[in-house]
């Protein structure tokens, strides 16, 4: 049975993976929409791939005899400066994800509760990635600057990549 404290953790949880969903798909939107289309469909199965970070929150929760709780969104940014402060945006929303994770799982340990810290951990494991994912391709937009055909290229890659997921 699940303490309600840690319950409680989960379900704000819940409510940041949603968010997460819903502004990378307003991401996803924008560099459509700036004819960037290999950017956006990377950025659309990001989208989905939060979604399921937070379906997997639901069933845990569920399935410990807790509430798993769905929440209203706030709307994201419709929006962004540059393809280059898409990505910033990312990383800047991956680093607060991380923090969150980080506070349950120390939690978990507080209120000895070795179930969803254990759980937790495939959530660490991908914050690693992300935010290695984010930083890298902030490193490669830097690196093209103002040179459009890196930036073609750049968007050619990122559809071969979300057209074959790890
Ligand atoms: Fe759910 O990993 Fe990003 O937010």
């Known amino acids: 049975m699940l303490k309600s404290i840690i319950e409680k953790a989960l379900n704000k949880q819940i409510e940041l993976e949603a968010s997460s969903s819903q502004f990378y798909l307003s991401m996803a939107s924008w560099t459509e929409s700036q004819g960037l289309n290999g950017t956006s469909s990377f950025l659309y199965q ?3 791939e939060e979604r399921m970070h937070m379906l997997k929150l639901v ?3 569920n399935e410990r005899g807790g509430t798993a709780v769905i929440p209203a969104l706030i709307k994201p940014p419709t929006t962004f400066k540059s393809i280059t402060h898409v990505f910033e945006c990312l990383l800047e929303h991956e680093i607060n994800v991380t923090e969150s994770i980080n506070n349950i799982v120390g939690l978990c340990l507080e ?5 969803t810290h254990n759980f937790m951990q495939w959530y660490v494991a991908e914050q690693l990635e992300e935010e290695a994912l ?3 391709t902030i490193d490669k937009l830097n690196m093209i600057g103002e040179d459009k055909g890196g930036l073609y290229l750049f968007d ?11």
């Open 156 to 166: 050619r890659d990122l559809k071969v990549a979300s057209s074959n997921p790890e």
């Open 59 to 61: 069933k845990f929760i």
């Open 111 to 115: 209120e000895k509760d070795f179930t």
């Open 134 to 136: 984010a930083r890298t």
């Open 46 to 48: 990001h989208s989905d």
